[in-house]
């Protein structure tokens, strides 16, 4: 099916440990985002892809490693987990029809750190 | 400092009434907003888009009204269903890829 998908669904890990949340979609699209989501504030974004091996800082990037070596996939790795980072985290692609942009979102993954 | 905010953290409108959804902004140089709705344990889905160089968009019983010189945005839903309820999100957008997220309004409709 073409879509978004997110993997693990839940995490529960350790501070200090290393973990990778899996993003991938089936449309081709160039653009892909992830996002974090903590009440109060929103959804605020970590980093960004314009396209495979180009990826640069959003607003919380601090904690945070991403990587896009294909078009179809955007891990978020937490190198050394806090308790900080414990938070509903979104992945998103964005598709261009003409001069609109939508950003379609995956289901999300939450993720706690003890 | 919050650039995009939603001052209602919560509505409640009757079935077949009008919902009214409020954004305000801050940064003069977005030029690109954007509406979403999220459910419980779901992804946010995109709603309804505008640019800067328009007042108004309209798609199906939902309209999208900007007024730049008053930095607000609001979401109309006519007429309002049991199915709207969620929380919404209204984003905006300097360029086209950094977007930034107010903190939601959960709407409730009551049948």
């Known amino acids: 099916d073409a879509g978004i998908t997110q993997s693990p669904r839940y995490k529960i890990t350790e501070t200090g440990r290393q973990v990778t949340l899996m993003c991938h979609q089936t449309?081709?699209?160039?653009?892909m985002f992830w996002y974090r989501q903590d009440l109060g504030h929103g959804l605020r974004l970590i980093y960004y892809?314009?396209?495979?091996?180009?990826?640069d800082k959003g607003e919380v990037p601090d904690g945070y490693v991403v990587s896009r070596s294909k078009t179809e996939n955007f891990p978020l790795t937490l190198e050394s987990a806090t308790r900080s980072q414990t938070s509903v985290y979104f992945c998103?692609?964005?598709?261009?029809?003409?001069?609109?942009?939508?950003?379609?979102f995956g289901p999300g993954t939450r993720l706690t750190v003890t | 400092d919050q650039q995009v905010k939603q001052n209602s953290p919560s509505l409640s409108v009757q079935e077949g009434r009008i919902s009214i959804l409020n954004c305000d902004y801050t940064?003069?140089?977005?030029?690109?907003f954007l509406w979403y709705k999220k459910y419980p344990a779901e992804g946010p889905t995109f709603l309804i888009s505008?640019?800067?160089?328009?007042d108004k968009n309209e798609d199906g019983r939902f309209t999208v009204f900007l007024n730049k010189s008053a930095k607000h945005l609001s979401l109309h839903i006519v007429p309002s269903q049991p199915g709207d309820s969620a929380v919404y999100f209204c984003?905006?957008?300097?360029?086209?890829?950094?977007?930034?997220f107010g903190t939601g309004t959960r709407l409730k409709v009551l049948a």
């Open positions: 449309w081709s699209h160039s653009y």
């Open positions: 998103a692609s964005r598709r261009e029809i003409g001069y609109s942009y939508e950003q379609y």
């Open positions: 892809s314009a396209a495979a091996d180009i990826t």
């Open positions: 984003a905006a957008s300097e360029g086209t890829y950094k977007y930034i």
């Open positions: 940064n003069s140089m977005f030029d690109y």
């Open positions: 505008i640019s800067s160089i328009k």
